[in-house]
């Protein structure tokens, strides 16, 4: 007889990994205790040799779904064994600190269970195990049991109560364990607030509101992170008519599938592709259509949760499946929310009596250069913690705000950045006060004391107003970080770069972010580590005429373009073309004077601006967009694969400025363009010049400035621009090809929800 | 006095030509009895200040304007209405000012004697009287033209007591009329802006009506003019500092088409664009239909209108779209800077 003490750290509590080791101490004859503590698992093990070499590999082979190991650690006890069987000790409030986990889509075992005619849980929407089911979404405070979850006003019936306390049965310890007897319930009602009840051959409400969606009715459907509206995605008039009620006109809307099978009517589906819809996280994935449309992508996901996957078991084609809002504000979560909101926007309501305590959005992602790309980091993903290089371990508890638009958080903790789920837009009051409420969330979920905070150093973000205030208040040391040295941190920093890992050349190409130098800074090429960074090298800057209002109008910029090459000139020149014509009939004269004057029309290097500038030229959302980068996703969008090799990249001036700092001019490009618009060119052959121009100058600009700073040890690759598939497989491409190691972004996204990521891990450098 | 000719380093000398500028000028277009008493200070009788309230308020504010002259009044009507305003937004009756000019050698005389004029009228209008002042002249760009600064007292009525922290829950929040017409009309009014705008400045003393308000409601909460930032950084203030959300209903802002118009192409908000009569008040609700009326009965108050509520909330304002949605209207740190990535 032998013993050892098994020490585990990673996802471990909170996931049914107890109740695991249990069973595998069972298999293996092993005697013990296994038990919650502060850094994970604790295992003391008794049995023979060979019991014991057998335990410890099954505990590293089988692991529950939603479970994680960092690090097993063994050493040798010499101890007598206390008892002749293997217990589960129960822990004691204050020991657990892994917070909470994701929450996770329905496992393949309770897909049979609710599908399974025999079953207690037949039809039953909230089915749910320890490999699945809601975490964040229903939790109010730590520690994770079900008193502290929406779940509290269901007790257990006797039964689901043997199933919680069985350690060998699949819900064992399953917070939100419940059946039809003593769990949650969904109905459908009217605008009214009338309930409908089941008619004709309907067995439950789930029935009836298929037949009302087959009808053309526009449902909400209250999930599991928030409320969505359903329609059927075949019917033109039902979308059309969603689109309208919720003022989207044109952003593409999310689709859910039964299955895979769905969706390959529709897209094409690779083999990663499928994995990634069949993960536990379950995300949106963006994928490229079967035959073209306005966006050659089409963002579907798979059923999730039981009610989701009931109500879609009959349709063979797609749902469409949006969040309840309007246009961009966050989607509704409460019932009465719904009620007031989705009033005039939903026919019929499916609710249900589970409360979604913390909005959780579905994630968004997309399979770039092989890799699975986080674009919208929420459901399924949040709050798992990003563990840090090395050189982090002992960084001090921090809390990075992280940015304005596509807001998340970050906590630093124990050598791991918690990341807070997708936030949104902080000029929305809704979203803003749900950002103070998940702040408070997580720092009571995860016991966080911060030692200092960090924000982003433009000084109208309200994230970056909030961290001011609180550190003036609790007296803590403020870390201001340069927006795009943030984006080229969490770049480097997810990708495992140890904090003393030399210097990268950060490539970011971004919307805007708030320059060391009062500009607008977002095509930036930063010589960077995580103490600091110096301005290598940028696009030339240009005025924004109007501020936002260039934002929202994309021909303002182009306009701006026009008029820094000489625009009277210009406008004589190319006097035929119909891009002139348009530019002339706009109140140029008004904007020339706010140039001269600088009246609203801040300088930018953005390269997002310069996206809008040449799509607007190309007639994209020329006039103004409805959403974030409209302009720029329809360019990329109207760029043949097939052309891009074939045509010729257009020119870009390279020269440094009198900072010594190489400054990407596009004059000479604008030449090119306004010249093949003359001749005629389509505007996809365009579209493909533009893009293989600007892969080639960054590209060049990347290798001489390697040849220059021979400090780089790599390039990383940031910022929202990098969303754009083509350029991001063109730069990544050209560079590996150069031989340059290239990071690029995975698991937070490259736009600004991986900011506080990067704040993060720059404030935890500077207080150490 | 002759009219012709520009004023020179000489109008500040302290010999003749100052003294003709002075007191054949400046002085005669002011004309009164405590000005007329020609020492170097107003003398003002205590009794009568203190017959009309139980407060003296007192007040200062510069002017500097480019152009001088715009649509609607020119600097000295600024210089007179905006003191006048900020004594009447304290619940004072504005009684006398001070001026104090601050000249650039070549303003032409005939504009300083017609800035005169407008200031005389504004201060009748207003029922003040300028009873003491003071003229500079500095050589070419030692100033731009003409500033001028002018200092105010007045009385303040007992049991008038208004605040920035005084918005409860529930109060509703007026403005007498069209929002951002000064700050369009001087964008405007150098011509350099092609822009077919017909838009003039408000400028106007406000006492009137702050006077009418008084009487119908003796308890409002908070009281300001909305000038520099607009409504947007007074409505902040109101809501940082009494600690309540100030709610905008979207549609209910009174912004005139021009504006709004103008507002577009420079991409700037009419919500932090510059006023010079208006104000904004918080009131009970229970007094909101009598202040209105009361406001509507007065030229300065014919557009009176309820714009929004105090709710609950952090000391945000925040502005309620026409679909639903909510944003939220901060100060501005500095410039209009997007923020979007
Ligand atoms: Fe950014
Ligand atoms: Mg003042
Ligand atoms: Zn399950
Ligand atoms: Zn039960």
């Known amino acids: 007889m032998s013993a050892c003490s098994i020490r585990i750290t990673g996802l471990v509590q909170g996931v049914g990994f107890r109740p695991n080791v249990w069973r595998l101490a069972q298999a293996c004859s092993i005697a013990g205790t296994v038990r919650n503590d502060s850094s994970g698992v604790l295992i003391e093990a008794w049995g023979n040799e060979s019991a014991l070499a057998d335990f410890q590999q099954q505990l590293r082979t089988d692991i529950p779904p939603l479970a994680r190991l960092d690090d097993i650690l063994v050493t040798a006890l010499d101890t007598a064994c206390p008892h002749d069987d293997f217990r589960i000790i129960a822990s004691a409030s204050g020991e657990i600190h892994t917070g909470i986990v994701a929450d996770a889509a329905m496992c393949p075992a309770c897909r049979v269970d609710i599908f399974d005619a025999s079953n207690r849980r037949y039809r039953y929407p909230f089915t749910n195990c320890t490999h699945c089911g809601p975490r964040l979404s229903i939790v109010r405070t730590i520690p994770y049991d079900r008193a502290n979850t929406s779940m509290v006003g269901f007790p257990q019936c006797p039964e ?57 009715h526009i449902l909400a459907l209250m999930g599991l992170g ?116 989705m009033q005039g926007i939903a026919d019929y309501l499916l609710l249900h009596n589970r409360p979604i305590v913390n909005r959780v959005d579905d994630s968004v992602t997309r399979i770039l250069a092989g890799k699975p790309r986080l674009l919208r980091r929420a459901r399924g993903y949040a709050p798992e913690p990003i563990t840090l290089p090395s050189g982090f371990t002992n960084a001090p508890p921090l809390l990075a705000m992280g940015g304005e638009l596509k807001n998340t958080f970050a906590m630093v903790r124990d050598g791991q950045a918690i990341l807070s789920q997708h936030l949104g837009d902080l000029e929305d009051a809704r979203t803003w006060r749900e950002y103070t409420h998940t702040l408070q969330l997580y720092r009571d979920l995860f016991q ?70 009062g500009t607008l800074w977002g095509g930036e090429f930063l010589l960077a580590d995580y103490r600091g960074y110096q301005r290598v090298g940028h696009f030339k800057p240009v005025a924004m005429p109007g501020g936002t209002q260039a934002i929202v109008q994309p021909w303002r910029n182009t306009w701006a373009h026009l008029h820094a090459l000489g625009w009277v000139e210009v406008a004589a020149h190319f006097a035929d073309l119909e891009l002139i014509q348009f530019l002339q009939q706009q109140p140029l004269a008004t904007l020339e004077t706010m140039l001269a004057r600088g009246l609203n029309s801040p300088l930018s290097s953005s390269c997002g601006r310069l996206f809008d500038a040449v799509a607007a030229a190309l007639d994209c959302s020329r006039a103004s967009i409805s959403y974030e980068g409209q302009a720029a996703i329809e360019l990329e969008a109207i760029t043949p694969a097939c052309l891009l090799n074939i045509v010729p990249a257009y020119p870009f001036a390279l020269a440094k400025n009198a900072a010594d700092c190489w400054e990407i001019d596009p004059a000479p490009l604008w030449y090119e363009l306004l010249k093949d618009l003359q001749t005629g060119y389509c505007r996809e052959a365009i579209a493909a010049q533009f893009h293989q121009g600007l892969i080639h100058i960054i590209t060049e600009l990347a290798q001489r400035l390697c040849a220059e700073y021979p400090a780089i040890q790599a390039i990383a690759l940031s910022g929202g621009v990098f969303q754009n598939a083509i350029l991001f497989n063109g730069i990544q491409q050209r560079l590996e090809d150069a031989g340059l190691q290239v990071l690029t972004h995975q698991h937070v996204p490259s736009n600004d929800g991986g900011i506080a990521l990067g704040q993060a891990v720059i404030g935890a450098t500077a207080q150490m | 006095m002759n ?125 003040v009287q300028i009873v003491t002042g003071d003229t500079k002249v500095v050589q070419r760009g030692g100033a731009d033209k003409l500033f001028i600064n002018t200092a105010g007292v007045g009385v303040i009525p007992a049991g008038f007591n208004p605040s920035a922290g005084g918005a409860q829950v529930g109060d509703v929040v007026i403005v007498n009329g069209w929002l951002g017409d000064h700050g369009a009309a001087i964008l405007n009014a150098r011509g350099d802006l092609a822009l077919e705008a017909d838009i003039e400045s408000d400028c106007a003393p406000l006492n009137a009506l702050v006077e009418a308000m008084f009487a119908v409601c003796p308890d409002i909460h908070c009281l300001r003019d909305a000038t520099r930032g607009g409504l947007a950084t007074v409505l902040n203030e109101f809501a940082e500092r009494s600690n309540v959300d100030m709610v905008l209903k979207e549609e209910f802002l009174p912004i005139r088409t021009p504006v709004r118009g103008m507002c577009e192409i420079l991409g700037l908000d009419p919500l932090y664009l510059a006023n010079e009569g208006k104000l904004v008040a918080v009131v009970p609700i229970t007094a909101a239909q009598a202040v209105l009326a009361a406001m509507q009965r007065i030229p300065e108050g014919y557009h009176a209108c309820i714009i929004g509520a105090v709710m609950e909330g952090d000391g ?24 979007i990535c």
């Open chain 1, 160 to 216: 689901c109560l043997r199933e919680y306390t069985n350690p060998a049965d699949r819900r064992f310890h399953a917070q939100p364990n419940a059946c039809p007897t003593c769990g949650p319930n969904v109905w459908l009602e009217d605008r009214a607030g009338q309930g409908i009840a089941p008619s004709g051959t309907e067995r439950d409400c789930l029935d009836t509101a298929n037949h009302l969606l087959r009808e053309g």
């Open chain 1, 226 to 341: 928030g409320v969505h509206l359903v329609c059927d995605a075949t019917n033109e008039v039902s979308v059309a008519e969603l689109r309208r009620r919720k003022r989207r006109y044109q952003k593409p809307l999310a689709l859910m599938a039964r299955d895979v099978d769905v969706i390959r009517q529709y897209c094409h589906v690779t083999e990663a592709e499928a994995v990634l819809l069949h993960s536990k996280h379950a995300p949106i994935v963006l994928l490229e259509r079967r035959v073209g449309g306005e966006i050659p992508t089409i963002g579907f996901m798979l059923p999730y949760t039981p009610l989701h996957a009931l109500l879609l078991a009959t349709w063979n084609t797609p749902l469409i499946m949006t969040s309840a809002n309007l246009s961009e504000e966050p989607q509704c979560i409460t019932i009465a929310e719904t009620r007031q909101r």
């Open chain 1, 448 to 517: 966080h004391q911060p030692q200092a905070i960090v924000v982003d150093k433009h000084p109208g973000y309200r994230s970056t107003q909030l961290g001011q205030q609180w550190a003036r208040e609790q007296g803590l040391p403020l870390i201001e970080v340069q927006h795009h040295h943030a984006h080229v941190a969490a770049c480097m920093a997810e990708n495992g770069w140890a904090m003393d890992g030399g210097k990268v050349l950060g490539i970011v190409l971004d919307g805007l972010g708030y320059g060391d130098d």
């Open chain 2, 3 to 127: 009219l012709a000719g520009t004023i020179t380093l000489a109008h500040g000398s302290g010999g003749r030509a100052m003294h003709q500028l002075v007191d054949n000028l400046i002085r005669q277009t002011f004309t009164n009895p405590l000005l007329e008493e020609g020492e170097d200070q107003a003398r003002i009788p205590l009794a009568e200040l203190v017959a009309q309230g139980d407060r003296l308020a007192f007040t200062t504010d510069s002017y500097v304007v480019t152009p001088l002259e715009f649509p609607g009044g020119n600097i000295g009507t600024l210089a007179i209405n905006g003191t006048v305003n900020d004594l009447a937004v304290g619940g004072a009756k504005p009684l006398y000012l001070s001026c104090g000019f601050i000249i650039e050698e070549g303003l032409p005389l005939e504009t300083f004697a017609r800035i005169l004029q407008s200031m005389r009228l504004a201060a009748d209008e207003a029922g």
């Open chain 2, 316 to 339: 945000h304002v925040i502005l309620q779209t026409a679909f639903g949605g909510e944003r939220i209207v901060d100060m501005l740190p500095g410039e209009q800077l997007p923020r």
